[in-house]
């Protein structure tokens, strides 16, 4: 880890142009993030972002954070995958790294600054209808779907932008990579207006996209969410917790301890609605007992 951040520095030192500085620091912050040092990291995005010529209040309140995905909601009423298509790609070399910046920044922004994440979709949507279309309008409106949920509650728009994102992710270059990205904040707003089985399916797709790319966050997100709604929408118990037990391990693989212990509580209702008798032994000596007795 030293060496990796030693070498960064060395490399955005002897930088020889912005566009060699923009790819260092934009390494940098993915490093960071993945040290789950998320606040540095959302700092040094939005440092780059700031040179890009976008910047963002640092003490956005909820007034004007749902003012701004407002105007996002006017802009989307009427859209279709059609109208998106129609649009020009983006052609400014600088809006286009702005978008690519925002496109990562969302990825994490969450972690640190969740009152970020709405105003850098909604800057990326505004952007895409001025400036042009480029892949990461596709996450825009995932994210964005999002924040329509959750702060004007237009549950009905949000599924249908759901429906246009996935539809422009199917076949595209970088499909599974995206999936993987986006699955669980646009399944998200779908199961308000969809049944959960469309949900769990939808999951397990972002799931298994994740697992292809190598995303192991994005994975694990989507696995959590798949064992939720799986609950919701299917009777087999016996099923979800070996699935379940399937995820510890490989959380336990990859020392998500935090994760691990988030989940074992879900993890044990679903053992008292069980009821039967078992014990599975994870990696690094954790140890779940299944209840001996129906509660």
């Not at 850098?120 to 964005?144: N, P, Q």
């Not at 199917?170 to 959960?196: D, G, I, M, Q």
């Not at 009777?235 to 989940?263: C, E, T, W």
Request: with cysteine.
């Amino acid at each position: 880890v030293e060496t990796v951040s030693s070498r960064l520095d060395v490399i955005l030192a002897n930088a020889k142009s912005f566009d060699d500085a923009l790819k260092s620091r934009t390494l940098r912050a993915k490093f960071l993030a993945s040290q789950a040092q998320y606040a540095d990291a959302t700092s040094e995005m939005l440092d780059v972002l700031s040179t890009l010529g976008e910047t963002f209040p640092k003490d956005a309140d909820l007034t004007f954070v749902t003012n701004e995905v407002e105007a996002a909601q006017q802009l989307l009423t009427n859209i279709t995958k059609e109208k998106i298509l129609s649009l020009p790609m983006i052609e400014d070399i600088r809006k286009l790294n702005a978008m690519k910046c925002m496109g990562l920044l969302v990825t994490f922004g969450h972690c640190s600054s969740p009152m970020l994440v709405p105003l850098l979709c909604c800057r990326m949507i505004k952007m895409t209808f001025e400036f042009g279309f480029c892949e990461d309008s596709i996450s825009a409106l995932a994210f964005v779907s999002y924040a329509l949920t959750q702060y004007l509650n237009d549950s009905q728009l949000a599924s249908r932008i759901v429906i246009i994102a996935e539809a422009l992710m199917c076949n595209h270059p970088n499909e599974h990579a995206l999936r993987a990205k986006l699955t669980f904040w646009a399944t998200s707003a779908r199961v308000y207006v969809e049944p959960f089985q469309a949900a769990a399916d939808c999951f397990l797709k972002g799931y298994n996209s994740a697992r292809i790319v190598g995303d192991v966050d994005n994975a694990v997100q989507c696995s959590v969410a798949y064992c939720i709604s799986h609950l919701f929408s299917k009777p087999d118990l016996i099923g979800l917790q070996q699935y379940m037990v399937n995820f510890f391990h490989l959380m336990a693989k990859y020392k998500r301890i935090g994760l691990i212990s988030s989940v074992m509580s879900f993890f044990d209702a679903v053992t008292h609605m069980i009821g039967n008798v078992e014990v599975y032994k994870i990696d690094m000596g954790i140890e779940m007992k299944k209840n001996k007795e129906l509660c």
